[in-house]
């Protein structure tokens, strides 16, 4: 009986064993590119922040003169919004106070008319 020559068994496996390797190869290089696609958005991103940054920073004013003030009216706005605050949590503040207090009661009928004799009519 005679087998299948092995050299020929050998080169089908080679030749799988290439094709295996060639898709894999193929597959690994797509994804390579879908990679780079996504680090190509992100460095034109992150190119235009910097750039963005560097705009907003070449704007401010070049003098110290300059750069004070805008601290001196950075602070005066930081003092005014918490002054603001201040006064709208004192507003709520009085809000739930008046909300609080129970509902005077009726001064009409009997009742009233008894609470008036024996304690006056200012309560």
């Known amino acids: 009986m005679a087998d299948a ?30 990679i780079l696609a996504i680090l190509g958005k992100k460095e034109g991103e992150t190119h235009e922040k910097a750039e963005e940054h560097t705009e907003a920073r070449l704007d401010r004013g070049s003098t110290i003169a300059d750069q004070v003030k805008a601290a001196v009216e950075a602070v005066g706005a930081e003092k005014a ?5 201040e006064a709208h949590k004192a507003d709520h503040a009085a809000i739930r106070e008046a909300r609080e207090k129970p509902p005077r009661e009726s001064q009409s009928g009997f009742r009233g008319k008894l609470q008036r004799a024996m304690f006056g009519a200012d309560q």
């Not at 030749?15 to 390579?32: H, I, N, P, S």
């Not at 919004?81 to 605050?85: G, K, L, R, S």
């Open 81 to 85: 919004q918490a002054e603001a605050d």
């Open 5 to 34: 020559d092995p050299v020929e068994e050998s080169k089908e496996t080679h030749d799988a064993r290439l094709d295996k390797v060639e898709a894999t190869q193929a597959e690994q290089g797509g994804k390579l590119d879908q």
